[in-house]
């Protein structure tokens, strides 16, 4: 199917394009690594939680506009009330500071990458989707996007910090087969997503990229607690 684009929407969807492209190569792109590799810029590990916590709050902040959206567009009676089961419901996520706090810090990373992994495919899925309403603007379908590359970019990242707390010896190397998508989520975790509406899956998403945010943020301060904690 075609899609028409005035030249505001070009524009637009190539500033985005390229401020992700700028703030992500301090995440995740070739010039800058853990430790040790030739030819690369080495951070230190609060500069790389720095990055990968200021990219996750824009990620939810993203999500939490796109949100708002949804429920102006296609929800305008406010009305769409009840429970919603996430597909992410069967990964256990501490509730609260304290129970985040009690998790080891592989435990700890380990969560953060299982969510950010639950959400690759579904939400590839929901800009497909977001493309074909008519009634969505191109602005709002650039957000959909923007904000599924941003999970991936967000995953290279917070692999970044494990293999550079594995470096320095603060975690074990019980982490090294974590890139891997089957190795942390069930393929039936991908199957629920499918059965959700587009609503409820951005309520989840909204839901889950804060439990990101905050699960950063505690696992910097466990270990780096002299940098802003």
């Not at 304290?98 to 810090?105: D, G, K, M, Y």
């Not at 953060?112 to 899925?125: E, F, G, N, T």
């Not at 509406?197 to 889950?208: A, P, Q, T, V």
Request: glycine share 4%; aromatic share 6%; with cysteine.
């Amino acid at each position: 199917m075609s899609r028409n684009f005035t030249p505001v929407s070009v524009v637009l969807m190539i500033l985005v394009c390229l401020e992700l492209r700028s703030r992500l190569c301090q995440v995740s792109g070739a010039p800058i690594c853990a430790h040790g590799q030739t030819g690369c810029h080495i951070l230190s590990l609060a500069d790389l939680f720095e990055r990968v916590i200021q990219h996750s709050a824009r990620m939810h902040g993203i999500s939490s506009d796109l949100h708002s959206e949804f429920e102006h567009y296609f929800l305008p009676s406010k009305n769409h009330i009840g429970n919603r089961i996430c597909h992410t419901s069967s990964i256990l996520t501490p509730t609260g500071k304290e129970n985040a706090q009690r998790l080891t810090r592989e435990e700890l990373a380990e969560v953060i990458l299982k969510l950010l992994v639950a959400w690759r495919d579904p939400l590839r899925q929901f800009h497909q989707n977001i493309a074909h309403h008519h009634d969505f603007n191109n602005f709002s379908s650039n957000k959909a996007l923007e904000m599924s590359d941003m999970v991936h970019e967000l995953r290279k990242g917070v692999e970044k910090v494990a293999e550079k707390m594995q470096h320095l010896g603060m975690i074990s190397n019980s982490l090294s087969g974590m890139s891997s998508p089957e190795a942390l989520v069930q393929s039936s975790v991908s199957d629920k997503s499918r059965l959700m509406s587009d609503h409820d899956l951005l309520f989840c998403f909204r839901r889950d990229s804060n439990k990101v945010q905050n699960y950063l943020k505690i696992l910097k301060c466990g270990i780096v607690p002299e940098h802003g904690c």
